[in-house]
């Protein structure tokens, strides 16, 4: 073994050696200090003579049991270092004189270089400063969170020197590495150490420094981050890296959420650790808070419609524009680190995860930016780069609050932060019992209870080992306010001057940042409209109380509710009377559950309850009765108005109609489905019945999908006659279509398409088209139709523009505007609350067409439509006519229709004529048309230009 050997006040620095792996060792280890001691050549071949031997052990090298050396002495005859040869076996005949010279002549050339160096160093300043802070540098290193590392410049590189937190960092001990038992190059990913070779590569052409973030697959197999800031340097023509190694993976695997409400978020905003921005892609500004302002240096005016390139160091341009395109590629939130530009030409270093706010049709419609400051942060990682630096974060750290104990003493300290932290007085002297005795109540049997745990897990001699590391977050009691703050602590063990070590705490008051923490997530599960819990937080209880298969919680209701016409609400008294009405259901309902019991609003005027209930659903029932009930009273909303509330509720119950969320959401839509088709302001229990209901409406909605699709809709034209005079006056157009095997079928079979607006606007306006051509035909071949009735839907007279689509189809063929009429049901006019249908059916009489009501009599309130409504004739539903004379409470109710309708100028047409008689006695009481099986059935348009029925004589 040979070492040639440096000093300093306590330790020796092997600068060259062969068979010692070691890189330094205490001055104490005497085997270099017996050669000092000497001033000349000196030898010793005692077996065991040197103390030294044991300690040799302790770097996994032999006792040395022979050792020999001359001291290096600089020009001025001071010894600074030794040329030592040392050996395992005992050597009773010494070194041979031979032997003896040639040691002496490397100690004549290594003190020539040092010399030589010395005179280069005493030239620079800064390496001058370099040396005298050595020492301290040193220590420093043994307490930095990351490794520091010296090692070959080629790779595979053979390390020479790592700090001892390697075995933290990585899982494998220090001397793994330094013997080359493992290899730091074979434990990086194949594709990263491609990456870290080219950057060692550069630095090493440039004489720089470089950075590479890198995959660590630890001795345990387990792959994590790390992050290398080296520098490559030269020293006698020989090239050496020197670096720090930190653990990035916190780094990588951050994400960060946060979910705003732009409504409610001020307070929030005000109070936010970070920096919020929401703009459009256009860069106009929907809200920012005063963090965001600090962080860039501009107002909110400023920075308005101004492009982020404006205020981005052009360094972290592109990283931007990479992460804003991921972003948008994705969908799914990007993060990146860049510098604001300020207006006075200052940066700030800040983490920001841009993250995209969707519209419902899933494009791109904002962008959410979440400024971190991580100046500080960035400051400390290039600080650490710079080996100068070192000593100053430590300083930096001071900051916060330090609680320092000698384990072997006892002695402690604390810095003023901390006595600040915990609002005592400035002169108060470290004691246990005082800190304690700011614990909120309750944290100390936590603590305990923590304590224990950690003992479990590591033991007490892992925790009393050097490095150890622990981290807890607590709530104390200022002394001086009585204010409770939330405090971080992390703690370690680090060298001290006795084998225990120091205990150094650091504290830091992360109040804000909870309180924070806690209003995002509360915004996050509720709705801040009404206060309830929102959709998020339901699904999550829902699936939370399925999970456990009802072992704990039992059998339990889901009950679906949405508010009736309460579109008609916000159309009528406006957006804000909407809302009001919302608070005012929440605040009704609320009150009527039992403890345990969740109600949440679900998105518009849909709401969800969650109750414990029994199998039969008796109790949720019982619970809908009461906000039904609570319910009947009208809101009165602020400017003196009531608004009409009602709402339909449907029940599924649990486990009986479903075990898994889905089936219980989609039985408890069908089961309000079918309240409301009952009639609003009611309640449905699912049952099976419900689903064979949805699956026959299914049926008929793809019916109605395909008979468009096809255009396989046809009219079909049923005679109206004169009853006085015998003469077809007119025909009504009926809704047939072909299915796709040919048969022809009635409209019964996409009854369920009328309940929607796109599909029933569709059949009308394919049936206006049909009707139109068979009409302007019929014109043609010299065939007087009289005119042709056309039925009306709900939607067809909502949209507004019913009037608008019949004068197009007849007014492209030069039909006049007065041969159609329209039909509508007195069940369409009930369900107008807006006056939409009142207005639309008002422009069509205005403008000639003639408004007739089918199915008189079945509806409700029939005297209040005459009324209120625009209607020129009357249609007596055929379940009247076809019981005359039979039953005597029919005929009276014809009679009674005809000459009301008489009476009010109406027209009356009686519907299902089928025999005489009921045409002779429709005749003899003064009613105006027939129709029905009697006159003739309904035929194609062919089939009644065939017939001539209206032929002019």
């Known amino acids: 073994m040979v070492v040639l050997s440096l000093l300093d006040e306590d330790r020796y620095w092997f600068k060259a050696r062969i068979g010692v792996d070691a890189g330094e060792a205490p001055r104490s280890w005497s085997v270099c200090e017996s050669v000092l001691s000497a001033g000349r050549f000196y030898q010793s071949s005692s077996p065991g003579a040197p103390t030294v031997g044991h300690n040799w052990s302790l770097i996994d090298l032999p006792a040395v049991e022979f050792y020999a050396g001359t001291p290096l002495f600089s020009a001025d005859g001071i010894a600074f270092g030794a040329i030592c040869v040392m050996s395992s ?21 290594a003190t020539a270089v040092m010399d030589r160096r010395g005179t280069e160093l005493l030239g620079d300043p800064i390496a001058n400063d370099h040396a005298k802070r050595g020492a301290a540098s040193d220590n420093l290193i043994g307490n930095l969170p990351g490794t520091v590392f010296r090692s070959s410049l080629q790779f595979p590189r053979q390390i020479s020197f790592l700090s001892d937190t390697v075995t933290r960092l990585t899982g494998y001990e220090r001397s793994e590495f330094l013997t080359g038992t493992a290899s730091w190059s074979g434990c990086i990913e194949p594709e990263d150490l ?12 440039k004489e720089g420094a470089y950075e590479v973030v890198y995959r660590f697959r630890k001795k345990g197999g387990e792959l994590t981050w790390l992050r290398e800031s080296g520098l490559v340097t030269r020293d006698a023509g020989t090239s050496t890296l020197e670096g720090y190694i930190i653990d990035y993976s916190k780094y990588k695997n951050a994400e960060a959420a946060l979910l705003t409400s732009e409504a409610r978020m001020a307070t929030v905003l005000r109070n936010a650790t970070v920096g919020i921005l929401h703009r459009d892609i256009s860069g106009n500004i929907i809200l920012m808070n005063e963090k965001y302002a600090e962080l860039t240096g501009r107002t909110a005016e400023e920075l308005d419609g101004l492009h982020f390139e404006e205020f981005t160091h052009p360094d972290d341009l592109k990283a931007t524009l990479d992460s804003v395109a991921e972003c948008l590629r994705t969908g799914q939130p990007s993060t990146v680190k860049k510098r604001y530009v300020h207006k006075d030409g200052s940066c700030r270093w800040c983490e920001v995860t841009i993250s995209m706010v969707k519209d419902g049709d899933e494009s791109a419609a904002t962008l959410v930016a979440i400024a971190k400051d991580i100046d500080a942060e960035i400051a400390a990682e290039h600080a650490i780069r710079e080996r100068e630096e070192r000593l100053s974060l430590a300083v930096d750290a001071a900051q916060m609050g330090i609680w320092d104990i000698d384990l072997h003493s006892g002695k402690q300290v604390w810095s003023a932060k901390l006595v600040d932290l915990l609002g005592l007085n400035k002169s108060t002297e470290p004691n246990l019992r005082k800190f304690l005795g700011r614990l909120a109540e309750g944290e100390m049997h936590r603590l305990r209870h923590r304590r224990l745990q950690i003992r479990r897990r590591y033991g007490d001699r892992d925790t009393l080992r050097l490095g150890f590391r622990f981290k807890e977050v607590f709530q104390i009691i200022r002394a001086d306010t009585a204010k409770a703050r939330w405090l971080s602590c992390a703690g370690r063990l680090v060298q001290g001057d006795t084998p225990q070590g120091r205990l150094i705490l650091s504290f830091r008051d992360i109040t804000n940042e909870i309180e924070t923490h806690e209003k995002v997530r509360w915004i996050a599960n509720h709705d801040n409209l009404t206060g309830l819990a929102n959709r998020r937080s339901f699904s999550r209880v829902l699936e939370t109380r ?8 039992g059998p339990f209701a889901l009950i679906q509710i949405d508010l009736d016409n309460f579109k008609d609400v916000n159309d009528t008294n406006g957006h804000e009377a909407g809302d009001a009405v919302l608070c005012s259901v929440a605040d009704r309902i609320r009150p009527l559950l039992d403890p345990g019991g969740l109600l949440a609003r679900l998105g518009g005027d849909e709401f969800g309850i969650l109750i414990n209930s029994d199998s039969e659903g008796v109790a949720a029932e019982h619970l809908c009765r009461k906000i039904v009930a609570t319910l009947g009273d009208p809101v009165a909303l602020s400017d003196g108005r009531v608004v009409d ?24 839509d069908l089961a309000l489905y079918a309240a409301k088709r009952s009639g609003k302001g009611s309640f449905r229990t699912f049952s099976a019945r419900m689903a064979d209901e949805m699956n026959e409406r299914s049926f008929m909605i793809g019916n109605a999908r395909a008979a468009i699709r096809n255009e396989s809709i046809i009219p079909y ?4 006659h004169c009853l006085r005079t015998g003469r077809r006056v007119g025909l009504e157009a009926l809704l047939r279509w072909r299915d796709e095997v040919g048969v022809m079928r009635s409209p019964d079979c996409l009854a369920a398409a009328f309940d929607d607006h796109e599909m029933a606007t569709k059949i009308t306006d394919i049936m206006l088209g049909k009707i139109a051509d068979d009409i302007q035909q019929w014109t043609l071949s010299g065939i007087d139709y009289g005119h042709v009735a056309i039925n009306a839907t709900s939607a067809d007279l909502r949209s507004g523009a019913l009037f608008e689509r019949i004068s197009g189809a007849l007014g492209s063929r030069n ?21 939409k249908i009142m207005k639309e059916l008002e422009k069509l009489q205005g403008q000639g067409i003639t408004i007739c009501l089918d199915d008189f009599g079945t509806g409700f309130a029939s005297l209040a439509h005459l009324r209120n409504f625009p209607v020129d004739v009357i249609k007596i539903d055929r379940s009247f006519v076809s019981e005359i004379r039979s039953f005597n409470g029919r005929y009276a109710i014809v009679d009674a229709i005809v000459h009301m309708c008489r009476a009010l100028n109406i ?39 065939k017939a001539k029925l209206f032929h002019v004589a």
């Open 89 to 109: 076996s005992a050597r009773p005949s010494g070194l041979s004189e031979k032997q003896i010279r040639g040691l002496e002549s490397l100690a004549n050339l």
């Open 194 to 205: 491609a990456v870290l070779e080219n950057a060692v590569l550069e630095a090493s052409r």
């Open 546 to 553: 399925l999970s456990d298969g009802g072992r704990v919680s």
């Open 645 to 668: 509330v009602r709402a339909s509720m449907g029940i599924s119950l649990f486990p009986e109609q479903g075990r898994d969320i889905n089936t219980l959401l989609r039985h408890a």
């Open 717 to 720: 034209y049923q005679p109206k």
């Open 815 to 835: 039909i006049p505007i007065d041969a159609v009429q329209v039909e509508v049901t007195e069940n369409v006019l009930m369900e107008s609350r807006t006056g």
């Open 907 to 945: 027209l009356t047409v009686a519907e299902g004529i089928e025999t005489p008689d009921q045409e002779d006695y429709l005749r003899s009481v003064g009613c105006n048309l027939g129709q029905g099986f009697l006159f003739g059935r309904a035929q194609s348009a062919d089939e009644v230009a």
